[in-house]
Protein backbone atom coordinates (compact mmCIF):
# COMPACT_ATOMS: atom_id res chain seq x y z
CA UNK A 1 0.00 0.00 0.00
CA UNK A 2 1.07 3.64 -0.64
CA UNK A 3 2.13 6.16 2.49
CA UNK A 4 3.36 8.83 2.79
CA UNK A 5 5.94 10.84 5.15
CA UNK A 6 6.41 14.15 5.63
CA UNK A 7 9.93 14.70 7.67
CA UNK A 8 9.43 17.99 9.00
CA UNK A 9 7.01 18.37 12.18
CA UNK A 10 7.04 22.05 12.57
CA UNK A 11 8.73 24.73 10.32
CA UNK A 12 9.11 28.56 11.30
CA UNK A 13 9.69 31.57 8.41
CA UNK A 14 9.96 35.04 8.32
CA UNK A 15 7.52 36.58 6.27
CA UNK A 16 8.88 36.99 2.76
CA UNK A 17 11.08 34.83 2.63
CA UNK A 18 11.13 31.22 0.64
CA UNK A 19 9.45 28.34 1.94
CA UNK A 20 10.27 24.60 0.96
CA UNK A 21 7.77 21.75 3.03
CA UNK A 22 9.24 18.14 2.18
CA UNK A 23 7.12 15.09 0.86
CA UNK A 24 8.29 11.79 0.71
CA UNK A 25 6.21 8.86 -0.75
CA UNK A 26 6.18 5.23 -1.36
CA UNK A 27 4.96 3.13 -3.67
CA UNK A 28 5.46 0.76 -6.43
CA UNK A 29 3.72 2.93 -9.10
CA UNK A 30 3.27 6.39 -10.31
CA UNK A 31 1.24 8.07 -7.46
CA UNK A 32 -1.52 10.68 -7.62
CA UNK A 33 -0.03 13.20 -4.77
CA UNK A 34 -2.11 16.07 -3.07
CA UNK A 35 -0.88 18.72 -0.95
CA UNK A 36 -3.66 20.29 1.89
CA UNK A 37 -3.67 23.03 3.57
CA UNK A 38 -5.74 23.64 7.24
CA UNK A 39 -6.01 26.77 8.68
CA UNK A 40 -6.53 26.63 12.13
CA UNK A 41 -10.01 25.66 13.19
CA UNK A 42 -11.20 24.74 9.29
CA UNK A 43 -11.11 21.91 7.12
CA UNK A 44 -8.88 20.93 4.70
CA UNK A 45 -8.45 22.77 1.37
CA UNK A 46 -6.84 21.42 -2.06
CA UNK A 47 -3.83 23.51 -3.03
CA UNK A 48 -2.95 21.36 -5.93
CA UNK A 49 -2.42 18.04 -7.13
CA UNK A 50 -0.24 15.52 -9.62
CA UNK A 51 -1.72 13.05 -11.66
CA UNK A 52 0.54 12.93 -15.07
CA UNK A 53 2.39 15.12 -17.49
CA UNK A 54 4.28 18.28 -16.07
CA UNK A 55 6.03 17.82 -13.18
CA UNK A 56 5.99 21.35 -11.80
CA UNK A 57 2.38 21.64 -10.65
CA UNK A 58 1.18 24.86 -9.96
CA UNK A 59 -1.64 25.31 -7.10
CA UNK A 60 -3.80 28.45 -5.69
CA UNK A 61 -2.28 30.85 -3.07
CA UNK A 62 0.71 31.14 -4.91
CA UNK A 63 2.50 27.34 -4.06
CA UNK A 64 4.00 25.01 -6.44
CA UNK A 65 4.70 21.72 -6.00
CA UNK A 66 7.74 19.48 -8.22
CA UNK A 67 7.00 15.36 -8.66
CA UNK A 68 10.63 13.78 -8.47
CA UNK A 69 10.37 10.41 -9.14
CA UNK A 70 13.66 9.74 -8.85
CA UNK A 71 13.83 10.76 -5.16
CA UNK A 72 10.17 9.86 -4.72
CA UNK A 73 9.22 13.09 -3.56
CA UNK A 74 6.71 15.92 -4.30
CA UNK A 75 7.92 19.17 -2.48
CA UNK A 76 5.47 22.44 -1.97
CA UNK A 77 6.95 25.30 -2.83
CA UNK A 78 6.42 29.02 -2.16
CA UNK A 79 8.89 31.95 -3.15
CA UNK A 80 7.74 34.41 -0.79
CA UNK A 81 5.48 33.78 1.99
CA UNK A 82 2.53 35.77 3.92
CA UNK A 83 1.64 35.78 7.49
CA UNK A 84 -1.87 34.11 5.84
CA UNK A 85 0.03 31.04 4.98
CA UNK A 86 0.39 30.06 8.92
CA UNK A 87 -1.48 26.63 8.60
CA UNK A 88 -0.67 23.09 8.81
CA UNK A 89 0.31 21.23 6.02
CA UNK A 90 -0.49 17.69 4.36
CA UNK A 91 0.88 15.71 1.77
CA UNK A 92 -1.33 12.92 0.53
CA UNK A 93 -0.99 10.04 -2.46
CA UNK A 94 -2.84 7.62 -4.17
CA UNK A 95 -2.87 5.04 -5.98
CA UNK A 96 -5.71 5.71 -8.33
CA UNK A 97 -6.63 9.07 -7.75
CA UNK A 98 -9.56 7.68 -6.00
CA UNK A 99 -10.95 9.05 -2.92
CA UNK A 100 -11.01 5.94 -0.50
CA UNK A 101 -7.49 5.31 -1.35
CA UNK A 102 -5.82 8.05 -0.34
CA UNK A 103 -3.19 7.93 2.37
CA UNK A 104 -2.24 11.88 4.61
CA UNK A 105 1.02 12.32 5.36
CA UNK A 106 0.90 13.28 9.57
CA UNK A 107 1.56 17.22 8.29
CA UNK A 108 3.57 20.02 9.01
CA UNK A 109 2.79 23.09 10.92
CA UNK A 110 4.12 26.39 9.52
CA UNK A 111 4.35 29.54 11.63
CA UNK A 112 5.13 33.12 10.28
CA UNK A 113 7.45 35.15 12.13
CA UNK A 114 6.78 39.08 11.24
CA UNK B 1 -24.76 26.62 -1.17
CA UNK B 2 -23.38 25.83 3.05
CA UNK B 3 -20.77 23.26 1.61
CA UNK B 4 -20.28 20.25 4.12
CA UNK B 5 -21.51 21.26 7.53
CA UNK B 6 -20.65 18.96 10.95
CA UNK B 7 -22.31 19.55 14.23
CA UNK B 8 -21.37 19.95 16.46
CA UNK B 9 -18.29 21.20 16.73
CA UNK B 10 -17.37 20.17 19.95
CA UNK B 11 -18.28 17.30 22.38
CA UNK B 12 -16.81 15.45 25.72
CA UNK B 13 -18.33 12.28 26.31
CA UNK B 14 -17.65 9.51 29.40
CA UNK B 15 -16.54 6.12 27.96
CA UNK B 16 -19.27 3.75 27.38
CA UNK B 17 -21.83 6.72 25.98
CA UNK B 18 -23.03 6.68 22.70
CA UNK B 19 -23.37 9.54 20.45
CA UNK B 20 -23.70 10.76 16.48
CA UNK B 21 -21.64 12.81 14.73
CA UNK B 22 -23.53 14.73 12.22
CA UNK B 23 -22.21 15.38 8.43
CA UNK B 24 -24.47 17.26 5.57
CA UNK B 25 -23.64 18.40 1.88
CA UNK B 26 -25.89 20.32 0.25
CA UNK B 27 -23.54 19.79 -3.28
CA UNK B 28 -25.27 16.67 -4.75
CA UNK B 29 -21.77 14.79 -3.92
CA UNK B 30 -22.58 10.92 -4.42
CA UNK B 31 -19.32 10.35 -2.32
CA UNK B 32 -18.88 10.93 1.15
CA UNK B 33 -16.41 9.75 3.87
CA UNK B 34 -15.92 10.10 7.44
CA UNK B 35 -11.63 10.71 8.37
CA UNK B 36 -10.15 10.56 11.99
CA UNK B 37 -7.34 13.33 12.62
CA UNK B 38 -4.90 12.53 15.22
CA UNK B 39 -1.36 14.06 16.57
CA UNK B 40 1.73 12.55 14.09
CA UNK B 41 -0.95 10.64 12.24
CA UNK B 42 -2.42 13.27 9.65
CA UNK B 43 -6.21 12.19 8.48
CA UNK B 44 -7.06 8.21 8.17
CA UNK B 45 -10.32 7.37 6.39
CA UNK B 46 -12.76 5.57 8.86
CA UNK B 47 -15.63 4.60 6.52
CA UNK B 48 -17.19 5.99 3.42
CA UNK B 49 -20.15 6.43 1.15
CA UNK B 50 -20.25 6.36 -2.49
CA UNK B 51 -24.04 6.77 -2.50
CA UNK B 52 -27.24 6.36 -0.94
CA UNK B 53 -27.72 3.05 0.91
CA UNK B 54 -24.10 2.18 -0.04
CA UNK B 55 -20.99 2.31 2.50
CA UNK B 56 -17.78 0.54 3.40
CA UNK B 57 -15.08 0.10 5.62
CA UNK B 58 -11.75 2.72 5.22
CA UNK B 59 -8.56 2.32 6.94
CA UNK B 60 -9.84 2.57 11.03
CA UNK B 61 -13.74 0.93 11.18
CA UNK B 62 -13.57 -0.41 14.29
CA UNK B 63 -15.27 1.16 16.78
CA UNK B 64 -17.73 3.02 14.61
CA UNK B 65 -21.46 2.67 12.08
CA UNK B 66 -22.52 4.63 9.13
CA UNK B 67 -25.58 4.80 7.56
CA UNK B 68 -26.45 6.70 4.01
CA UNK B 69 -29.79 7.18 3.77
CA UNK B 70 -30.01 10.23 1.82
CA UNK B 71 -27.95 11.87 -0.94
CA UNK B 72 -27.51 14.62 1.92
CA UNK B 73 -26.37 13.53 5.35
CA UNK B 74 -23.86 10.48 6.17
CA UNK B 75 -23.97 10.70 10.33
CA UNK B 76 -20.71 8.83 12.47
CA UNK B 77 -22.20 6.87 15.00
CA UNK B 78 -20.32 5.93 18.04
CA UNK B 79 -21.80 2.82 19.82
CA UNK B 80 -19.97 2.60 23.13
CA UNK B 81 -17.01 5.82 23.12
CA UNK B 82 -13.71 4.47 24.04
CA UNK B 83 -10.70 7.38 25.30
CA UNK B 84 -8.94 5.91 22.03
CA UNK B 85 -11.48 7.26 20.16
CA UNK B 86 -10.68 11.05 21.46
CA UNK B 87 -9.71 12.63 18.25
CA UNK B 88 -10.49 15.09 15.33
CA UNK B 89 -13.54 13.58 13.07
CA UNK B 90 -13.88 15.36 9.53
CA UNK B 91 -16.42 14.82 6.83
CA UNK B 92 -15.58 15.13 3.67
CA UNK B 93 -18.00 14.92 0.18
CA UNK B 94 -16.57 14.56 -3.55
CA UNK B 95 -18.96 14.52 -6.87
CA UNK B 96 -17.43 10.64 -7.42
CA UNK B 97 -15.13 8.42 -5.12
CA UNK B 98 -13.02 8.76 -8.25
CA UNK B 99 -12.24 12.40 -8.44
CA UNK B 100 -9.89 12.64 -5.32
CA UNK B 101 -8.96 16.41 -6.44
CA UNK B 102 -12.24 17.67 -6.02
CA UNK B 103 -12.74 16.40 -2.22
CA UNK B 104 -14.59 18.86 0.12
CA UNK B 105 -13.99 18.70 3.70
CA UNK B 106 -15.83 20.22 6.69
CA UNK B 107 -14.45 22.32 9.39
CA UNK B 108 -14.59 19.35 11.89
CA UNK B 109 -15.91 17.79 15.26
CA UNK B 110 -13.16 17.52 18.12
CA UNK B 111 -14.37 15.14 20.41
CA UNK B 112 -12.88 14.50 24.12
CA UNK B 113 -13.77 10.92 25.32
CA UNK B 114 -13.37 11.13 28.76
Known amino acids: AQSVTQPDIHITVSEGASLELRCNYS??????LFWYVQSPGQGLQLLLK??????LVQGIKGFEAEFKRSQSSFNLRKPSVHWSDAAEYFC????????????FGAGTRLTVKP | NAGVTQTPKFQVLKTGQSMTLQCAQD?????MSWYRQDPGMGLRLIHY???????DQGEVPNGYNVSRSTTEDFPLRLLSAAPSQTSVYFC?????????????FGPGTRLTVL
Open chain 2, 49 to 55: SVGAGIT
Open chain 1, 92 to 103: AVGARGNNNDMR
Open chain 2, 92 to 104: ASSYSVFYADTQY
Open chain 1, 50 to 55: YFSGDT
Open chain 1, 27 to 32: YGATPY
Open chain 2, 27 to 31: MNHEY
